[in-house]
């Protein structure tokens, strides 16, 4: 059995042959209603959302999709979202919130789209406005990262009640070209600085930054979404039924990084 490399695993997450945001949202749910539009400024292409059903129970679905074909992610900035694409899924959270229906993300990113225009329509604060109010937010939240986790980009959508991970995507503060570029003023370098980021899903595992690995054995399979739908409907059964979800979500979030100190 090959052991792939952390480096490995980043290029199988930027794979365009891996399932995206849509095809999870086509073949795991049924009867998809897209909604539109940040009521400020645009639709933005990159960040899917809507009403849908899981196994009969109305959720709403969030996903950055980044599409298959050269046409497909030109259209959709590669999966990197502008300030209305956050503004667009936090209306949908808050319209989800509502209406008591639950709030399921779907993340591929490498990052938010960093462009002028975008900075000038407030990205920071759309990400920042993003981090806040799912932090607070009173319906259950469940992200899973299916490819590139991308810095802040992918962290706006990603605070939630329960992370989970495919076992080759990857979820980091930058990029291992952007790492090595900074530290070693060489992109070529990417392979080292993928090893010492810790972006696995092992890595994440490990940390407690995710709660689960899905493993991607029959991945694009019709049995390969029945396990998703399967694992997303009894986790949503268990959150649902928690009276304390704002309270866990908090303290989820302050046990990572905390390290026990040693007794001497």
């Known amino acids: 059995m090959i052991q792939l490399t952390p ?15 849509l095809d999870y949202i086509n073949r795991v749910f049924t009867d998809f ?22 196994n009969g129970k109305p959720v709403t679905v969030i996903a950055i999709e980044k599409g298959h074909t050269t046409k497909e992610r030109m259209a959709r900035a590669f999966g990197a979202p502008n300030p209305e694409g956050y503004r667009k899924a936090l209306r949908l959270m808050k319209q989800a919130e509502k209406f008591r229906r639950p709030v399921i993300c779907f993340i591929d990113t490498s990052g938010a789209y960093c462009g ?10 759309a990400i920042a406005e993003n981090l806040m109010e799912m932090m607070t937010l009173k319906t ?14 992918a962290l706006a959508l990603a605070v939630a009640d329960r992370v989970w991970m495919l076992e080759n995507a990857v979820y980091s503060v930058i990029s291992p070209e952007g790492c090595a570029s900074i530290l ?25 930054v995710i709660e689960r690995m899905i493993k991607e054995t029959d991945i694009g399979h019709p049995s390969f979404y ?10 949503l059964e268990a959150l649902e039924a928690n009276d304390l979800l704002l309270q866990q979500r908090y303290e989820r979030f302050r046990r990572i990084g905390v390290q026990e100190k040693e007794t001497v």
């Open 7 to 21: 480096y490995d695993r980043v290029k199988t997450a930027r794979d365009n042959k891996r399932p995206t945001g």
């Open 33 to 54: 209603f897209e909604l539109h539009g940040d009521r400020r400024y645009a639709d933005d292409s990159a960040v899917v959302g809507g009403v849908a059903y899981l």
């Open 116 to 125: 002028i225009g975008a900075e000038e329509r407030g990205q920071g604060q």
């Open 140 to 153: 259950p939240i469940i992200s899973i990262l299916v490819g590139e986790g991308g810095s802040g980009g």
């Open 184 to 208: 070693w003023k060489d992109a070529g370098k990417a392979a080292e600085a993928a090893a010492n980021l810790k972006l696995t899903a092992r890595d994440a595992l490990t940390l407690s």
């Open 226 to 235: 029945a396990q998703i739908r399967q694992l997303l409907t009894e986790e």
